[in-house]
T-cell receptor
Framework: GEDVEQSLFLSVREGDSSVINCTYT??????LYWYKQEPGAGLQLLTY?????DMKQDQRLTVLLNKKDKHLSLRIADTQTGDSAIYFC??????????FGKGTMLLVSP | DAMVIQNPRYQVTQFGKPVTLSCSQT?????MYWYQQKSSQAPKLLFH???????NEADTPDNFQSRRPNTSFCFLDIRSPGLGDAAMYLC???????????FGPGTRLTVL
């Protein structure tokens, strides 16, 4: 079955880059997603990458996809305190359903 | 603004007392989803509707039911809440054939 794994916690200083990693198991996934969840809130779509791409850049966000190793990463440049949140990696498990990882809590200190 | 709305944001119920959570959307999306998210865990898909077609996940307990009376609204009914059902419940929508999902703010359910 599908399983998405993420490290649980990352702490960085304001201004540094953050890299959040994810591994997935379903090689047939067409899209891979990164969602952000702030405390007490729903999930906000940050970015996504199509499986035939290996990199996507969107302002401060860079997504890298290594399809051979089933590894996905999200790099946040110039991390700000407002970036503190939980970040979820998700793959589309079949049709339009998603399988989420447990989330990585990013803590940005001043 | 087109959006996904969940009411109430916080719901308290008693053990065994039926409760209904609601979700509405102005996106006119065909597909609506309900997820359960417990603390420090991944959102877990309970079921989804493709238009009026209901799709239940194999491991969703019978205690959880859903209704979708029209495109805009979808309800989650918990018939006899247990302490283990305390969680954040997230509603999401997508267009047909797309896995890009748009989430509401969630309803946090407390069971006393």
């Amino acid at each position: 079955g599908e399983d998405v794994e993420q490290s649980l916690f990352l702490s960085v200083r304001e201004g540094d880059s953050s890299v959040i990693n994810c591994t997935y198991t379903d090689s047939s996934s067409t899209y891979l997603y990164w969602y952000k969840q702030e405390p007490g809130a729903g999930l906000q779509l940050l970015t996504y990458i199509f499986s035939n791409m290996d990199m996507k850049q969107d302002q401060r966000l860079t997504v890298l996809l290594n399809k051979k190793d089933k590894h996905l990463s999200l790099r946040i440049a110039d991390t700000q305190t407002g970036d503190s949140a939980i970040y979820f990696c998700a793959e589309n498990a079949g049709y339009s359903t998603l399988t989420f990882g447990k989330g990585t809590m990013l803590l940005v200190s001043p | 603004d087109a959006m996904v709305i969940q009411n109430p944001r916080y719901q308290v119920t008693q053990f065994g007392k039926p409760v209904t959570l609601s979700c509405s959307q102005t996106l006119n999306h065909n597909v609506m989803y309900w997820y359960q998210q417990k603390s420090s865990q991944a959102p877990k898909l309970l079921f989804h509707y493709y238009d009026k077609d209901f799709n239940n996940e194999a491991d969703t307990p019978d205690n959880f039911q859903s209704r979708r009376p029209n495109t805009s609204f979808c309800f989650l009914d918990i018939r006899s809440p247990g302490l283990g059902d305390a969680a954040m419940y997230l509603c999401a929508t997508s267009t047909a054939g797309s896995s890009e999902q748009f989430f509401g703010p969630g309803t946090r359910l407390t069971v006393l």
